[in-house]
């Protein structure tokens, strides 16, 4: 009977080395991540001013992240703009950027949809309660706009976490890269490893990211604000 | 003395919205303590904006209104103050979505009037009791019937104890089924002497709430009545046409 393929994950530390990839394309997932909250946070409120200039700039930035590849920045970053600059940066380090740049967009662009779903009524029932304009932000519209923006959010993580997998191409190990280098040093040993390497990686990203579309599912369900008579 | 000061007093009011258009063209309009005054007229007559200048949510261009005998149109005025007097309910159910029913109640009561959570509470829970919703008070907005929900708008604006209550065609976007659970609170509020103006469209309720029938046409109070006249010989040729939009001629069959 011929090797199966499968038997390679379990030679010598190929699956803990496969494990050690899945956390650093997890690691550059979240830190792009957490800044982005931070930085994304205000440009969105930014992003709901009604100055002109604001507004544009703001504008051009989401549009120009959304319409480049991820691969493209990724590549013109880790190749060029470290160049030009003379600085000399880790490919993560790398990734961490400009997935911070995109991420900040994004996240940006979902913080400025989730506060102008507030429908105008809303406003105006909290004014005609005798709430200042701080008070109806505060107890209002901020409460109604994360409800509406978390769910989001966490999706948002798990597009990140697929989109790491271009990480590869600008020399960072992670999964991706780690099941390149097990296929290879097998492929005479193992001629199939490669079919069932593949689907561990597949697995590997299934069982990172369900749980996180489910988590999202679980919050928008749970904090539905849609007034549906139930009777 | 006091008893003679209206409640709601305008003188003249103007009002055009930023695009030009002028809603209200000089309107004067006093309303006595317990008084309630139906307001009628064609869609876009300007009824739902006479209400939202009398707590400002519109500011005006012209004339004055006064509360109480104090003019509150002027530079200075400090509206979430009047606003906490002065309650609205609105045509389409605003509760805060994110809010149970008892959060929706205490939460203007203890932001804006400081009142204790307690104190809130127990006055929240015998409001809700009035209008059969004491058991939904845990309950989120949603979980709740259009009507059972515009019930709990009424009970939040009367958590602040409201000198005047403006309610804007509150039933114009329930089930008929259940317009008539929300105009019997209103009836009870009038029977107990709340000053109310009443934008509405139920010409039946308007003749059996109201102490006065407005009559708006384009900007302008064209009639004003004791309901009993206004509905069965208004004078106006306006107000005449308006109302025969509400009968329906019967038609004859001619099977033949
Ligand atoms: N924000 C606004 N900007 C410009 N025009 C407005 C605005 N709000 C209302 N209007 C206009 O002012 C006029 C009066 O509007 P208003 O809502 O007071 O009418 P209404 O009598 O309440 O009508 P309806 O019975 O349909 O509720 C209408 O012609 C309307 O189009
Ligand atoms: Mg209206």
Redesign the interface.
């Given at each position: 009977m011929p090797p199966s393929g499968l038997d390679v994950l379990f030679q010598g530390t190929n699956f803990l080395r496969l494990l050690g990839g899945l956390w650093v394309a997890a690691r550059i997932a979240l830190i792009s991540m957490a800044l982005s909250v931070l930085l994304g946070v205000p440009v969105g409120v930014l992003m709901t001013s009604r100055n002109r200039v604001i507004k544009a700039v703001t504008r051009v930035y989401l549009e120009f992240v959304r319409i480049m590849p991820q691969l493209v920045l990724l590549f013109v970053f880790y190749f060029y703009v470290t160049m030009i600059l003379r600085v000399n940066l880790s490919g993560e380090t790398s990734a961490i950027i400009i997935f911070t740049v995109w991420g900040t967009a994004e996240l940006a662009d979902l913080v400025r949809g989730a506060i102008t779903s507030i429908p105008a009524h809303q406003y105006e029932t909290g004014y005609a309660l005798g709430l200042t304009p701080l008070q109806v932000q505060m107890h209002i519209v901020l409460p109604q706009s994360i409800r509406r923006l978390i769910p989001a959010a966490v999706n948002l993580v798990t597009r990140m976490i697929k989109t790491t997998s271009l990480v590869v191409l600008i020399g960072v190990v992670e999964v991706l890269k780690v099941a390149q280098q097990i296929i290879d040093f097998n492929r005479f040993t193992y001629p199939t490893a490669s079919i069932w390497v593949y689907a561990v990686v597949f697995a590997l990203y299934f069982i990172t990211c369900y749980p996180i579309s489910l988590l999202a599912k679980g919050l928008e369900k749970k904090w539905a604000l849609s007034s549906q008579p139930s009777h | 003395m006091g008893a003679l000061v209206p409640t709601v007093s305008l003188k003249d009011v103007v009002k055009t919205y930023s695009n030009g258009h002028e809603a209200l063209r000089g309107v004067s309009l006093d309303v006595s303590r317990s008084e309630v005054v139906g307001i009628v007229g064609p869609s876009g007559c300007g009824k739902s904006t006479l209400l939202r200048t009398v707590?400002g949510?519109e500011p005006i261009q012209g004339g004055s209104i006064a509360l109480d005998g104090e003019i509150i149109t002027v530079p200075g005025t400090s509206?979430?103050?009047i606003?906490?007097k002065?309650?609205?309910v609105?045509q389409?159910?605003?509760?805060?979505?994110?809010l149970t029913v008892m959060g929706n109640l205490l939460?203007?009561p203890t932001?804006?009037?400081k009142v204790s959570k307690a104190e809130a509470r127990s006055r929240a829970l015998a409001l809700l009791e009035r209008v059969g919703l004491a058991d939904r008070a845990d309950d989120l907005?949603?979980?709740?019937?259009?009507g059972q929900?515009q019930r709990v708008a009424i009970v939040?604006?009367l958590m602040?104890e409201p000198e005047v209550l403006l309610l804007d065609e509150i039933t114009a976007s329930l089930d008929p089924e259940m317009v008539r659970e929300v105009l019997d609170v209103v009836l009870g509020l009038a029977r107990d002497g709340m000053t109310m103006l009443i934008v509405t469209h139920e010409m039946d309720f308007a003749r059996a709430i109201a102490d006065r029938i407005i009559f708006m046409d384009e900007g302008k109070i064209v009639e004003v009545a004791p309901p009993s006249r206004f509905f069965t010989a208004p004078e106006s040729p306006r107000a005449q046409q308006f109302l025969n939009t509400f009968t329906f001629q019967e038609v004859h069959h001619h099977d033949e």
């Amino acid at each position: 009977m011929p090797p199966s393929g499968l038997d390679v994950l379990f030679q010598g530390t190929n699956f803990l080395r496969l494990l050690g990839g899945l956390w650093v394309a997890a690691r550059i997932a979240l830190i792009s991540m957490a800044l982005s909250v931070l930085l994304g946070v205000p440009v969105g409120v930014l992003m709901t001013s009604r100055n002109r200039v604001i507004k544009a700039v703001t504008r051009v930035y989401l549009e120009f992240v959304r319409i480049m590849p991820q691969l493209v920045l990724l590549f013109v970053f880790y190749f060029y703009v470290t160049m030009i600059l003379r600085v000399n940066l880790s490919g993560e380090t790398s990734a961490i950027i400009i997935f911070t740049v995109w991420g900040t967009a994004e996240l940006a662009d979902l913080v400025r949809g989730a506060i102008t779903s507030i429908p105008a009524h809303q406003y105006e029932t909290g004014y005609a309660l005798g709430l200042t304009p701080l008070q109806v932000q505060m107890h209002i519209v901020l409460p109604q706009s994360i409800r509406r923006l978390i769910p989001a959010a966490v999706n948002l993580v798990t597009r990140m976490i697929k989109t790491t997998s271009l990480v590869v191409l600008i020399g960072v190990v992670e999964v991706l890269k780690v099941a390149q280098q097990i296929i290879d040093f097998n492929r005479f040993t193992y001629p199939t490893a490669s079919i069932w390497v593949y689907a561990v990686v597949f697995a590997l990203y299934f069982i990172t990211c369900y749980p996180i579309s489910l988590l999202a599912k679980g919050l928008e369900k749970k904090w539905a604000l849609s007034s549906q008579p139930s009777h | 003395m006091g008893a003679l000061v209206p409640t709601v007093s305008l003188k003249d009011v103007v009002k055009t919205y930023s695009n030009g258009h002028e809603a209200l063209r000089g309107v004067s309009l006093d309303v006595s303590r317990s008084e309630v005054v139906g307001i009628v007229g064609p869609s876009g007559c300007g009824k739902s904006t006479l209400l939202r200048t009398v707590n400002g949510l519109e500011p005006i261009q012209g004339g004055s209104i006064a509360l109480d005998g104090e003019i509150i149109t002027v530079p200075g005025t400090s509206w979430p103050a009047i606003r906490a007097k002065v309650g609205m309910v609105f045509q389409k159910y605003d509760l805060f979505p994110h809010l149970t029913v008892m959060g929706n109640l205490l939460l203007a009561p203890t932001k804006v009037a400081k009142v204790s959570k307690a104190e809130a509470r127990s006055r929240a829970l015998a409001l809700l009791e009035r209008v059969g919703l004491a058991d939904r008070a845990d309950d989120l907005p949603r979980q709740l019937s259009g009507g059972q929900q515009q019930r709990v708008a009424i009970v939040r604006a009367l958590m602040m104890e409201p000198e005047v209550l403006l309610l804007d065609e509150i039933t114009a976007s329930l089930d008929p089924e259940m317009v008539r659970e929300v105009l019997d609170v209103v009836l009870g509020l009038a029977r107990d002497g709340m000053t109310m103006l009443i934008v509405t469209h139920e010409m039946d309720f308007a003749r059996a709430i109201a102490d006065r029938i407005i009559f708006m046409d384009e900007g302008k109070i064209v009639e004003v009545a004791p309901p009993s006249r206004f509905f069965t010989a208004p004078e106006s040729p306006r107000a005449q046409q308006f109302l025969n939009t509400f009968t329906f001629q019967e038609v004859h069959h001619h099977d033949e």
